[in-house]
């Protein structure tokens, strides 16, 4: 059997321990595209969704959870290191009290929130997570002890990254607010109430808590969070680069920023920096992040959840067949007033929502020393260079001259995830990456239109 790491332990405490050494008892305390034809388009709000590939956000650098010596340094209580019982969270392993009873194991406790309580812990493979309980900052948790007792009185003693006492709650069930992502310990204590109203310890463990943000697929999101996460959206948007830093900080980066860094490096004449080769990956990964992160500095609570728009092509093809065509995929289920606004079948702008009529930024709004190396198309768009789309607002094309994009580029199914994953290496996995799993989408929502007119022209 492993035992945990060092910070991880059973303390059990009572007038004596199974060697029959005193132990001090404790009072209770208070408490994130190429689209290779005529009039293309690209909705700068699908490019922030796919820009999003991770299901866990690491955010912040983690810090070691206090040891026991950091413990006894706040006070809490101090325990030898020969009083130290080590147990392991994922082996049905029991420690026996003095009296014979079962003592209690690291898998009695739990973090959760609306979202564990219905669909389990996230990240449940990630060795990092094997050992840890497990929160998500900024949201309502609850630290839950599975195994009350009668005539037992509970205490969480929430400590800092560095040992400091954060917060002390009491009862088997206790709510809290993780407002960072540094990780922390909690002292969970198991007080044998009297009947003269004192307490003394009978139990206690040590628990180590890494808090991170979770990426959920959009479609799963509470109507809460779907709000919080589109209006903090909305945001980049309608406020300026140099305003949102003043109002929300140095993480700040607007969709127009944002959108300009995409451009200059994928539209540079040189080469395409961020597609098509091993920058595919990390630069999308970059940009995610700093989304993310400008997101959190406007409201702490989100992070930037994803489009598993894999979902959607195997609907359509349940639904319709071998045959099926995607000719109306700027109108499935997230293009709507709710999520990113339906797209107008006649205009093909943004119809409604909050992104409604959307405009293209212009060479304008450029200052000269942007001008001098920023790409931009005929009509001095913020566009690819080769997109000669001159409509003055986003628009959304699901053709290419009347033809659907499905029928010779395909669209990301199952199997071609799972073609994916069965790469033996990363440099066959980089080279197929960014193609079949991931391009076609762009092509289905850009496409090309007005191309007789435009041929003619």
Same mark, same amino acid.
């Given at each position: 059997?492993?035992?945990?790491?060092?910070?991880?332990?059973?303390?059990?405490?009572?007038?004596?321990?199974?060697?029959?050494?005193?132990?001090?008892?404790?009072?209770?305390?208070?408490?994130?595209?190429?689209?290779?034809?005529?009039?293309?388009?690209?909705?700068?709000?699908?490019?922030?969704?796919?820009?999003?590939?991770?299901?866990?956000?690491?955010?912040?650098?983690?810090?070691?959870?206090?040891?026991?010596?950091?413990?006894?340094?706040?006070?809490?209580?101090?325990?030898?290191?020969?009083?130290?019982?080590?147990?392991?969270?994922?082996?049905?392993?029991?420690?026996?009290?003095?009296?014979?009873?079962?003592?209690?194991?690291?898998?009695?406790?739990?973090?959760?929130?609306?979202?564990?309580?219905?669909?389990?812990?996230?990240?449940?493979?990630?060795?990092?997570?094997?050992?840890?309980?497990?929160?998500?900052?900024?949201?309502?948790?609850?630290?839950?002890?599975?195994?009350?007792?009668?005539?037992?009185?509970?205490?969480?003693?929430?400590?800092?990254?560095?040992?400091?006492?954060?917060?002390?709650?009491?009862?088997?069930?206790?709510?809290?607010?993780?407002?960072?992502?540094?990780?922390?310990?909690?002292?969970?204590?198991?007080?044998?109430?009297?009947?003269?109203?004192?307490?003394?310890?009978?139990?206690?463990?040590?628990?180590?808590?890494?808090?991170?943000?979770?990426?959920?697929?959009?479609?799963?999101?509470? !109507?809460?969070?779907? $709000?919080?996460? +589109?209006? #903090?959206?909305?945001?980049?948007?309608?406020?300026?680069? @140099?305003? =949102? *830093?003043?109002?929300?900080?140095?993480?700040?980066?607007?969709?127009?920023?944002?959108?300009?860094?995409?451009?200059?490096?994928?539209?540079?004449?040189?080469?395409?920096?961020?597609?098509?080769?091993?920058?595919?990956?990390?630069?999308?990964?970059?940009?995610?992040?700093?989304?993310?992160?400008?997101?959190?500095?406007?409201?702490?609570?989100?992070?930037?959840?994803?489009?598993?728009?894999?979902?959607?092509?195997?609907?359509?093809?349940?639904?319709?067949?071998?045959?099926?065509?995607?000719?109306?995929?700027?109108?499935?289920?997230?293009?709507?007033?709710?999520?990113?606004?339906?797209?107008?079948?006649?205009?093909?702008?943004?119809?409604?929502?909050?992104?409604?009529?959307? !405009?293209?930024?212009? $060479?304008?709004? +450029?200052? #000269?020393?942007?001008?001098?190396?920023?790409?931009?198309? @005929?009509? =001095? *768009?913020?566009?690819?260079?080769?997109?000669?789309?001159?409509?003055?607002?986003?628009?959304?094309?699901?053709?290419?001259?009347?033809?659907?994009?499905?029928?010779?580029?395909?669209?990301?199914?199952?199997?071609?995830?799972?073609?994916?994953?069965?790469?033996?290496?990363?440099?066959?996995?980089?080279?197929?990456?960014?193609?079949?799993?991931?391009?076609?989408?762009?092509?289905?929502?850009?496409?090309?239109?007005?191309?007789?007119?435009?041929?003619?022209?």
């Amino acid at each position: 059997m492993e035992p945990l790491t060092e910070s991880s332990h059973l303390l059990p405490i009572g007038a004596e321990d199974s060697r029959g050494k005193a132990i001090p008892s404790a009072s209770s305390t208070t408490p994130r595209t190429h689209l290779f034809n005529k009039r293309i388009v690209l909705s700068l709000t699908t490019l922030c969704l796919v820009f999003a590939v991770c299901v866990l956000a690491q955010v912040g650098f983690s810090k070691k959870t206090p040891n026991l010596q950091a413990t006894a340094q706040i006070k809490l209580v101090a325990i030898e290191a020969d009083d130290i019982i080590k147990i392991s969270p994922n082996v049905d392993h029991t420690l026996l009290g003095d009296d014979g009873e079962e003592a209690v194991k690291f898998h009695d406790f739990i973090i959760q929130n609306e979202y564990t309580q219905e669909n389990g812990l996230p990240g449940r493979d990630y060795p990092w997570l094997k050992a840890v309980l497990f929160a998500e900052p900024h949201r309502s948790s609850q630290l839950v002890f599975r195994k009350p007792a009668e005539g037992h009185v509970y205490e969480w003693k929430i400590l800092t990254g560095e040992g400091e006492l954060e917060a002390i709650l009491e009862g088997a069930q206790a709510e809290y607010i993780f407002k960072s992502t540094e990780d922390r310990s909690v002292v969970f204590t198991d007080y044998l109430a009297s009947m003269d109203g004192s307490r003394n310890v009978y139990d206690r463990l040590l628990l180590p808590i890494k808090v991170r943000y979770v990426r959920r697929e959009l479609r799963s999101l509470t !109507a809460t969070d779907r $709000a919080a996460l +589109l209006d #903090a959206m909305k945001v980049h948007w309608e406020v300026d680069q @140099a305003r =949102g *830093q003043e109002l929300y900080g140095a993480a700040y980066r607007s969709a127009a920023e944002l959108l300009k860094f995409h451009l200059r490096y994928a539209g540079a004449a040189d080469c395409d920096h961020i597609h098509d080769g091993y920058g595919f990956l990390p630069q999308h990964a970059a940009m995610t992040l700093a989304f993310e992160q400008s997101l959190q500095a406007v409201n702490p609570r989100v992070a930037l959840h994803y489009w598993d728009y894999v979902r959607d092509v195997e609907a359509t093809l349940a639904e319709r067949g071998g045959e099926a065509d995607f000719t109306d995929f700027v109108n499935s289920e997230l293009f709507s007033a709710e999520w990113f606004g339906a797209t107008d079948r006649e205009t093909h702008a943004i119809a409604d929502g909050r992104w409604a009529g959307l !405009a293209v930024p212009d $060479a304008s709004s +450029l200052t #000269a020393a942007e001008r001098a190396d920023m790409p931009v198309n @005929a009509f =001095g *768009q913020l566009r690819a260079p080769w997109s000669s789309n001159p409509d003055p607002t986003v628009v959304r094309y699901a053709t290419e001259c009347g033809a659907d994009p499905s029928k010779y580029y395909g669209m990301p199914t199952c199997a071609v995830v799972e073609a994916l994953t069965a790469k033996a290496g990363f440099e066959e996995y980089m080279e197929y990456v960014s193609y079949d799993p991931h391009g076609p989408v762009h092509i289905q929502l850009g496409g090309a239109y007005n191309c007789a007119a435009a041929y003619d022209a």
